[in-house]
């Protein structure tokens, strides 16, 4: 087992829960072993840095530190969340690049005890780490249940190919790492031309009708290319194209209902690991019916809602048969 | 182009947009919890800004709360005192 050093970020914990069940589940198959970065914290995600610089990089560098001390001889820290691996990136990066910034960053650093010499970790991405540590012929290997017939549209989103500083991707405006991926799990991929557009990013959140038409314009093209499924590496993109598609048909007078799931839920089950372990279900435009296509079943858990609470007081309201059990 | 946006935002050369004041919602949360925290900022902005498209998003919130892919309360990292003495000293150090 090679042994990596793990930051999740935020998102793994909440909005792309799905991303680390499903990681968590292709680990062992692939032969990785990752230690999670004890009391890491936020990186900053897309706003911080907008924000202010030192601040910004001390939040970042408090990671580095972390991990750094935990290392104990690793040197790979990985990141599966495209904003969590820029970040942390860039903050490596222009420690190094300009010593001043380093200095000051180290400065704060001191007074919570902490130190981080720039170039000490090497950032990677998870599906770098596939990639290029763990490889396609392994990968390969272990697909049991091929996905044949599934038409796959490979989304990477705009943070992991650019700005590349270590030169890790095959191309920074058309890398093709995701797709090899998808192909070695037998699936067929389409050569999706917006495969690291923008979704927005928290512009849903901002501005959302720029956010709409940036998701729409990736969902149509997947549509028009005739996906079954999105795949992507960035929850960010996940849950701007899964939560926001529902409102951006609702904007746009459109019917879309194309699932975005990621790459690690796919491998899950090419690896014939059971989908419930994997996070299905937790999508809000379910998967359900594209991959019954190819004969495989996955749960959809339908959204429920609360229960209204029942009051003991209030005006009379009239009964209907069968209402007496219910009244306290 | 993070340079630009945040010159844009101390000499308030903006207007009509949300942008800045979400930014700084995001950061006081990771400020003040380590980790961050969507529910909370996505209430209040959208409370702040954007109140009428509140109707139009509650299935959605509704399904990422019955999903867990949202936690009603924020996740506190245990060295958050570490954390605010380091960004306090940032801060100082911050030239622009």
Same mark, same amino acid.
């Given at each position: 087992?090679?042994?990596?050093?793990?930051?999740?970020?935020?998102?793994?914990?909440?909005?792309?829960?799905?991303?680390?069940?499903?990681?968590?589940? @292709?680990?062992?198959?692939?032969?990785?072993?990752?230690?999670? @970065?004890?009391?890491?914290?936020?990186?900053?995600?897309?706003?911080?840095?907008?924000?202010?610089?030192?601040?910004?990089?001390?939040?970042?560098?408090?990671?580095?530190?972390?991990?750094?001390?935990?290392?104990?001889?690793?040197?790979?820290?990985?990141?599966?969340?495209?904003?969590?691996?820029?970040?942390?990136?860039?903050?490596?990066?222009?420690?190094?690049?300009?010593?001043?910034?380093?200095?000051?960053?180290?400065?704060?650093?001191?007074?919570?005890?902490?130190?981080?010499?720039?170039?000490?970790?090497?950032?990677?991405?998870?599906?770098?780490?596939?990639?290029?540590?763990?490889?396609?012929?392994?990968?390969?290997?272990?697909? *049991?249940?091929?996905?044949?017939?599934?038409?796959?549209?490979?989304?990477?989103?705009?943070?992991?190919?650019?700005?590349?500083?270590?030169?890790?991707?095959?191309?920074?405006?058309?890398?093709?790492?995701?797709?090899?991926?998808?192909?070695?799990?037998?699936?067929?991929?389409?050569?999706?031309?917006?495969?690291?557009?923008?979704?927005?990013?928290?512009?849903?959140?901002?501005?959302? #009708?720029?956010?709409?038409?940036?998701?729409?314009?990736?969902?149509?093209?997947?549509?028009?290319?005739?996906?079954?499924?999105?795949?992507?590496?960035?929850?960010?993109?996940?849950?701007?194209?899964?939560?926001?598609?529902?409102? *951006?048909?609702?904007?746009?007078?459109?019917?879309?209902?194309?699932?975005?799931?990621?790459? #690690?839920?796919?491998?899950?089950?090419?690896?014939? !690991?059971?989908?419930?372990?994997?996070?299905?279900?937790?999508?809000?435009?379910?998967?359900?019916?594209?991959?019954?296509?190819?004969?495989?079943?996955?749960?959809?858990?339908?959204?429920?809602?609360?229960?209204?609470?029942?009051? #003991? *007081?209030?005006?009379?309201?009239?009964?209907?048969?069968?209402?007496?059990?219910?009244?306290? | 182009?993070?340079?630009?946006?945040?010159?844009?935002?101390?000499?308030?050369?903006?207007?009509?947009? *949300?942008?800045?004041?979400?930014?700084?919602?995001? @950061?006081?949360?990771?400020?003040?919890?380590?980790?961050?925290?969507?529910?909370?900022?996505? #209430?209040?902005?959208?409370?702040?800004?954007?109140?009428?498209?509140?109707?139009?998003?509650?299935?959605?919130?509704?399904?990422?709360?019955?999903?867990?892919?949202?936690?009603?309360?924020?996740?506190?990292?245990?060295? !958050?005192?570490?954390?605010?003495?380091?960004?306090?000293?940032?801060?100082?150090?911050?030239? @622009?």
């Amino acid at each position: 087992m090679s042994k990596y050093l793990f930051y999740p970020g935020c998102a793994m914990q909440t909005s792309a829960r799905a991303y680390n069940e499903s990681m968590q589940e @292709v680990l062992g198959p692939l032969g990785l072993n990752f230690e999670e @970065v004890r009391d890491w914290n936020c990186c900053g995600a897309t706003e911080y840095l907008g924000i202010s610089t030192v601040p910004a990089y001390a939040l970042i560098s408090r990671n580095l530190a972390l991990a750094s001390r935990q290392s104990n001889g690793v040197k790979t820290l990985v990141a599966s969340c495209s904003a969590c691996y820029l970040n942390l990136s860039k903050a490596d990066h222009y420690m190094a690049e300009r010593p001043s910034l380093g200095q000051m960053v180290n400065v704060a650093l001191a007074e919570g005890g902490l130190e981080y010499t720039p170039g000490t970790l090497e950032i990677r991405h998870l599906l770098d780490i596939v990639i290029n540590e763990v490889g396609l012929d392994v990968v390969k290997e272990r697909v *049991t249940h091929p996905l044949k017939g599934l038409r796959v549209a490979p989304y990477l989103g705009c943070m992991v190919p650019r700005p590349d500083y270590e030169k890790r991707w095959s191309d920074y405006e058309y890398p093709d790492e995701l797709d090899r991926l998808l192909k070695a799990l037998g699936a067929e991929v389409i050569d999706f031309p917006l495969k690291t557009h923008c979704c927005g990013g928290h512009m849903a959140q901002i501005s959302p #009708t720029t956010a709409f038409e940036l998701i729409r314009r990736l969902i149509s093209s997947a549509d028009n290319y005739k996906a079954d499924v999105m795949v992507t590496v960035c929850p960010m993109c996940q849950m701007n194209l899964d939560a926001y598609q529902n409102e *951006t048909n609702h904007y746009f007078h459109t019917n879309y209902k194309m699932p975005v799931l990621f790459f #690690t839920q796919l491998m899950g089950l090419a690896f014939g !690991i059971d989908a419930k372990k994997l996070g299905f279900g937790r999508e809000l435009v379910s998967a359900k019916e594209a991959m019954s296509r190819i004969g495989i079943e996955v749960p959809q858990e339908e959204p429920k809602t609360p229960a209204r609470r029942k009051k #003991t *007081t209030g005006l009379p309201m009239p009964k209907m048969p069968g209402d007496e059990e219910e009244t306290q | 182009m993070y340079t630009l946006k945040s010159m844009a935002i101390q000499d308030k050369a903006y207007k009509d947009s *949300t942008a800045p004041d979400f930014s700084q919602t995001f @950061v006081d949360m990771v400020e003040n919890y380590g980790r961050s925290y969507e529910f909370g900022l996505a #209430t209040r902005h959208y409370l702040k800004h954007f109140p009428l498209r509140l109707p139009s998003m509650a299935p959605m919130g509704l399904g990422m709360l019955s999903k867990k892919r949202m936690d009603i309360t924020p996740k506190h990292i245990e060295g !958050i005192d570490q954390l605010k003495a380091i960004l306090s000293r940032a801060k100082e150090l911050e030239v @622009v």
